[in-house]
């Protein structure tokens, strides 16, 4: 057994549906992967090439709650589908992807805005806006076996009960393959690597004591408070 300097942390784990936990390697997220959401970010999605940031494994929180974060004013929610990687490699057939999908879940990309928009403007990476501690609630994982790919389905977020985010999966500009093998080329995946999908529009600010209820067809609610 390793002789570490110091007690190593837990690994980071998503729970599964039914029981059980999946260890999380690397936590991948698209930007601006639904058209409507390109364009109210001043974007436009026609011309523009997938790309990608991480946020940290440790980000991901099942808990059901989301403190609010420090240093931000502007704190936005994105509902997301998340997918979970079971094998991996590189160069990935388009063809051969969605047999390395292990499930899919929902999960929420938590956002401050304004510290994003300020990296933006400068020319700097996103972590400060992206990758801060609890950023990224997520809800159980079904496994493929029981849900069947996942390429359409009403995706949505309600905020203390009404809709502020909704669309279809099939709206996604690129799809869960192309994302697969698009981000083989550049990295090597591998099983435990997760892909936060992209989000539809209508994404907008959250305040302490807001009840955000974000939901996939087929793979249920998660319900996740303000704090």
């Not at 790309?51 to 494994?57: D, I, V, Y």
């Not at 879940?105 to 801060?132: N, V, Y």
């Amino acid at each position: 057994m390793p002789d570490y300097a110091i007690t190593p942390p837990p690994p980071p784990t998503i729970p599964v549906r039914g029981g059980g936990a999946f260890p999380v390697r690397r936590v991948y997220c698209i930007g601006r992967n639904y058209a409507a959401h390109a364009i109210e970010m001043g974007h436009d999605p026609d011309r523009e090439p997938p790309f990608f940031f991480q946020k940290n494994p440790d980000n991901l929180d099942p808990s059901g709650t989301f403190p609010y974060p420090a240093k931000s004013e502007d704190v936005h929610h994105e509902v997301e589908l998340l997918v979970a990687l079971g094998t991996g490699g590189r160069d990935i057939a388009v063809a051969d992807a969605l047999s390395h999908v292990w499930g899919y879940g929902i999960c929420l990309d938590m956002t401050r805005r304004d510290l994003q928009g300020t990296a933006k403007k400068m020319g700097r990476p996103w972590e400060i806006g992206k990758a801060f501690e609890r950023s990224a609630p997520v809800g159980p994982l079904h496994p493929v076996a029981g849900t069947g790919p996942l390429a359409e389905g009403r995706i949505e977020l309600r905020v203390n009960g009404a809709v502020t985010q909704a669309g279809d999966l099939n709206q996604m500009i690129w799809k869960v393959p192309e994302m697969i093998a698009y981000l083989s080329e550049y990295f090597e995946l591998a099983a435990g690597d997760v892909i936060m999908s992209g989000t539809p529009s209508g994404v907008g600010p959250v305040a302490r004591g807001d009840v955000m209820a974000a939901s996939i067809e087929g793979l249920g609610t998660l319900d996740v408070t303000v704090t």
